[in-house]
């Protein structure tokens, strides 16, 4: 039975027909990005696309060639496991069947890579008997490299999860190959148990920003990094799930999430406002296993955070004193404004410690008197001038716009974006 969180009552659609939106999923407007690390951005003239594997010979397409495949246009639902459903997508793609056709193979599995070192695997079966594109275009305009462009896989039955962004071709194998996600010990949701969590404290982090520490029956325990997915009932049934960064390092068996208010939100308001020491929700996790604390990197770190961005990278900086970590790590922390920074004496306290850690905070809309940090946006210039000697691991967390900005311009200094780890989250929180 699920626990009915008191004093929850959600911000219920009506014109969302039931029977289109999964359980526990939230209809969205907007179009998320999710991706684990930078955007590739591949000229058109040096993109190809492949079938390599259990396959008779190499099949191998050009971009013009690629253009000439017989293509439609698509109009669906489509959910994520981050818990949004958007109506109505319209998108247009060449039919995964259309490459296959003339392939001979005996191959039961798939495992598609991508521009970035992203692969997914998934059965044949998911891919043939038209139910997956190589999608290229959406809403009438060719595919935005942030939503996967130029190309990528689009299998609607399996949520979003498998439709990996940036698409480069498909290997056909007999055996099942484990993708990025399974290889880097993220868990599938659907094998995740949901706890309960008991509040036992609150306490403000700024005007619009507080911090739960949870007691959670039968925690299985996390890494610093790592979240959780928050999941509210009502009185008469309706729920609402989101999901949320831990803030707490390792060890233990409770949890800490730091949660900005989102003004239009529907679980958000409910955490920062509503919830108090003895109230109860579910919660599930934890999920992640990408974007996680490494002790031993093989040189510096530089966090990079924007706003409430700052939450796992905290979970990250208590996990290295808790270790005992040796390991020199910078902090760039952008905020709106000082009384915007969250955990502001906390962070000043490890600062202190003389250890390693170091942080360097821009304000973005206002200064305080006297102020001597950085006043703009993280750019080019800023990250140059911020990033430590022998940088080896780079964590960016924030808004959408700010994590893109910030890995893009990471790659262009030089690093690789393998060794540039993202997590981020856009205007459909709350």
Same mark, same amino acid.
């Given at each position: 039975?699920?626990?009915?969180?008191?004093?929850?009552?959600?911000?219920?659609?009506?014109?969302?027909?039931?029977?289109?939106?999964?359980?526990?999923?939230?209809?969205?407007?907007?179009?998320?990005?999710?991706?684990?690390?930078?955007?590739?951005?591949?000229?058109?003239?040096?993109?190809?696309?492949?079938?390599?594997?259990?396959?008779?010979?190499?099949?191998?397409?050009?971009?013009?060639?690629?253009?000439?495949?017989?293509?439609?246009?698509?109009?669906?639902?489509?959910?994520?496991?981050?818990?949004?459903?958007?109506?109505?997508?319209?998108?247009?793609?060449?039919?995964?069947?259309?490459?296959?056709?003339?392939?001979?193979?005996?191959?039961?599995?798939?495992?598609?890579?991508?521009?970035?070192?992203?692969?997914?695997?998934?059965?044949?079966?998911?891919?043939?008997?038209?139910?997956?594109?190589?999608?290229?275009?959406?809403?009438?305009?060719?595919?935005?490299?942030?939503?996967?462009?130029?190309?990528?896989?689009?299998?609607?039955?399996?949520?979003?999860?498998?439709?990996?962004?940036?698409?480069?071709?498909?290997?056909?194998?007999?055996?099942?190959?484990?993708?990025?996600?399974?290889? =880097? $010990?993220? #868990? @599938?949701?659907? %094998? &995740?148990?949901?706890?309960?969590?008991?509040?036992? /404290? +609150?306490?403000?982090?700024?005007?619009?920003?507080?911090?739960?520490?949870?007691?959670?029956?039968?925690?299985?325990?996390?890494?610093?990094?790592?979240?959780?997915?928050?999941?509210?009932?009502?009185?008469?049934?309706?729920?609402?799930?989101?999901?949320?960064?831990?803030?707490?390092?390792?060890?233990?068996?409770?949890?800490?999430?730091?949660?900005?208010?989102?003004?239009?939100?529907?679980?958000?308001?409910?955490?920062?406002?509503?919830?108090?020491?003895?109230?109860?929700?579910?919660?599930?996790?934890?999920?992640?296993?990408?974007?996680?604390?490494?002790?031993?990197?093989?040189?510096?770190?530089?966090?990079?955070?924007?706003?409430?961005?700052?939450?796992?990278?905290?979970?990250?900086?208590?996990?290295?004193?808790? =270790? $005992?970590? #040796? @390991?020199?790590? %910078? &902090?760039?922390?952008?905020?709106?404004?000082?009384? /915007? +920074?969250?955990?502001?004496?906390?962070?000043?306290?490890?600062?202190?410690?003389?250890?390693?850690?170091?942080?360097?905070?821009?304000?973005?809309?206002?200064?305080?008197?006297?102020?001597?940090?950085?006043?703009?946006?993280?750019?080019?210039?800023?990250?140059?001038?911020?990033?430590?000697?022998?940088?080896?691991?780079?964590?960016?967390?924030?808004?959408?716009?700010?994590?893109?900005?910030?890995?893009?311009?990471?790659?262009?200094?030089?690093?690789?974006?393998?060794?540039?780890?993202?997590?981020?989250?856009?205007?459909?929180?709350?």
């Amino acid at each position: 039975m699920p626990i009915v969180s008191r004093g929850f009552r959600g911000r219920r659609r009506d014109d969302a027909p039931p029977d289109r939106v999964p359980p526990g999923q939230y209809v969205t407007d907007d179009f998320p990005v999710l991706s684990a690390g930078p955007t590739p951005h591949t000229p058109l003239d040096e993109w190809d696309f492949t079938i390599v594997g259990e396959v008779d010979e190499l099949h191998r397409w050009t971009w013009d060639e690629f253009r000439t495949l017989p293509s439609e246009a698509i109009t669906v639902d489509i959910s994520c496991v981050t818990k949004w459903t958007k109506l109505d997508m319209v998108w247009e793609g060449v039919p995964v069947d259309a490459l296959l056709d003339g392939v001979e193979t005996s191959a039961e599995y798939v495992t598609a890579f991508c521009d970035g070192g992203y692969t997914t695997n998934l059965p044949l079966a998911d891919l043939t008997g038209g139910k997956a594109w190589l999608a290229f275009g959406y809403d009438g305009e060719p595919l935005e490299p942030e939503h996967g462009g130029p190309v990528r896989l689009l299998v609607p039955h399996l949520y979003f999860w498998k439709s990996a962004k940036w698409v480069r071709g498909l290997r056909l194998t007999e055996t099942d190959e484990p993708g990025f996600w399974e290889s =880097n $010990g993220t #868990a @599938v949701l659907g %094998r &995740l148990n949901w706890h309960v969590a008991e509040v036992a /404290d +609150v306490w403000p982090e700024t005007d619009r920003v507080k911090t739960l520490a949870l007691d959670v029956e039968g925690w299985p325990g996390h890494r610093a990094g790592q979240h959780v997915d928050v999941r509210l009932t009502a009185d008469d049934g309706y729920q609402a799930q989101r999901s949320y960064s831990i803030a707490s390092p390792a060890g233990g068996s409770g949890v800490e999430l730091t949660v900005e208010q989102i003004d239009d939100g529907e679980v958000s308001p409910y955490l920062t406002e509503e919830a108090r020491a003895g109230d109860r929700f579910e919660l599930r996790g934890p999920v992640g296993g990408y974007f996680v604390w490494d002790p031993n990197p093989g040189g510096s770190v530089l966090l990079v955070g924007g706003g409430s961005g700052i939450v796992p990278l905290m979970a990250m900086v208590r996990q290295r004193v808790a =270790n $005992g970590d #040796a @390991v020199r790590t %910078r &902090l760039l922390y952008s905020a709106r404004a000082w009384e /915007d +920074v969250i955990y502001r004496d906390e962070l000043e306290r490890h600062a202190q410690r003389g250890d390693g850690f170091e942080i360097v905070y821009t304000l973005t809309r206002e200064q305080p008197p006297g102020w001597k940090g950085y006043s703009r946006r993280v750019d080019r210039e800023l990250l140059a001038e911020v990033a430590p000697e022998e940088l080896a691991l780079t964590f960016v967390c924030g808004p959408t716009p700010f994590v893109e900005a910030a890995a893009e311009v990471l790659v262009g200094l030089g690093l690789e974006p393998s060794r540039i780890k993202t997590e981020r989250f856009g205007p459909t929180g709350g």
